[in-house]
């Protein structure tokens, strides 16, 4: 498999790297773990956490880890992941999932430039933004 030049890396800060990442890959199809390394108990970080995952969702490669440091920063709704929606139906479902214990920044709706568009940030602090043209 050739390396991808830019991949979008997901650092999560709670130890729940893992649950987030099999979330998403059950949440899109065509979509698996690629290879995890996890942390021994010889740390940074905690023993089994995410050291590193790299993994794809619908074939576009993410990686992601739990941080062993705790940053004063976390997830940005500035920086969110675009989807492009084949209808109806998957747009409400990834709406109904992604928002579930989240925080709804636009209900789905038509907002003039999309016949149906959402964001949302996910119970993990990710941001998506979902559209049907």
Known sequence: MMKQQITTFLTFQNNNAEEA????????????VIEIHRYGK?????EGTV??????????????????IQHEWTFTPAVSNWVECENDKEIEQLFKRLSENGDVKMPL???GF?????FVEDRFGVSWQLNLE
Request: glycine share 6%; hydrophobic share 35%.
């Open 42 to 46: 010889d740390g940074p970080g905690k």
């Open 114 to 118: 999309s016949k149906q568009f959402a």
């Open 109 to 111: 709706d038509n907002y």
């Open 21 to 32: 990442m099999n979330f998403y890959i059950d949440l899109f199809d065509n979509s698996k």
């Open 51 to 68: 050291e590193k995952a790299l993994f794809e969702l619908n074939g576009k490669q993410f990686i992601c880890s739990d941080s062993f």
